[in-house]
């Protein structure tokens, strides 16, 4: 069983992950494919609508480092 936070998306393969914007330090999730090994892509913040630039990376299907921090 995973803890609710780490509970993979239908197909096992989208990860929801929640976070706070760097920006307007409000709480928000984004879906990650954690079929893809390493990703780094900007992606405006659902509350203020800034960038960020997220960047992750995964193994078996698992999250193991997540960043997002302000795009410039």
Known sequence: MYPSE???AAGGRLHEHGFTCPHCWESITMLLDLSVREQTYVEDCEV???PIRIHY???RGALTTFE???AQ
């Open 6 to 8: 780490a509970r993979p």
């Open 68 to 70: 997002a921090t302000p």
């Open 48 to 50: 203020c609508c800034r």
């Open 57 to 59: 990376a995964a193994e």
